[in-house]
């Protein structure tokens, strides 16, 4: 027996705030990953912080990327136990990704197609939900069709247990490992005014 991590996340990008209104969950991005230190985690989402057209296949960290300039993101961690065969078939599947990484780009059509229930976009396009769900579905773990799954829905496995629930900077911490939170580029935040107020809840105070 083997366990594998699902971790959902609400940073404080202008993409997650907007899904966020229109989901209204708590946490609107899901990544996976096969040791409990998740210092590697699989997904889909922008290749650079700031950039959001360059995007795909992602490899992340909660002390890096877009965690570092959101320490106080909230996540949570599932811990899901798997047979050695199951365990076997979602890594191959995953590596299948990481070595072809560049061929494969963000689902936004597949947001659309699941707002209206209709799952859309090409085999090489991906959201991070949809990922997630598709690297599960090749055992039995899950069923529902990976286009119209949310990172919510993961919840409802069966046989999950909860790891932790708490910001990014506390998981860090608790996790011991070394952690700089990053400050916002004035350009990100002249471009984005309005936005960019609405994403300060997840930040800390100017202080800390």
């Not at 609107?28 to 912080?49: C, E, T």
Request: proline share 5%.
């Amino acid at each position: 027996m083997k366990n594998i991590y699902i971790i959902l996340t609400q940073t404080g990008t202008i993409v997650s705030s907007l899904i966020q209104r229109y989901t209204g969950d708590p946490y609107n991005h899901a990544s996976i990953a096969f040791d409990r230190s998740l210092k590697v985690m699989y997904s889909f989402g922008r290749k650079h912080r700031y950039n959001l057209f360059n995007n795909g296949f992602v490899e992340e960290n909660l002390n890096q990327g877009l965690f570092a300039v959101f320490p106080k993101a909230k996540c949570l961690v599932l811990e899901l136990g798997v047979d050695d065969d199951q365990f076997d078939a979602m890594q191959k599947w995953v590596n299948v990704f990481v070595q072809r990484r560049d061929m494969y780009r963000y689902n936004t059509a597949g947001l659309l197609g699941y707002m209206l229930g209709v799952p859309l976009g090409r085999k090489d396009r991906y959201f991070c939900s949809q990922f997630v769900a598709s690297v599960l579905g090749t055992t039995q773990v899950w069923a529902r069709p990976p286009g119209l799954t949310k990172p919510m829905d993961f919840t409802s496995i069966m046989h999950k247990t909860v790891v932790y629930e708490g910001t990014v900077w506390e998981y860090n911490i608790q996790q011991g490992l070394r952690f700089e939170p990053q400050s916002v580029p004035t350009m990100y935040k002249r471009l984005f005014p309005l936005l960019y107020c609405l994403t300060q809840r997840h930040r800390f105070p100017h202080r800390l």
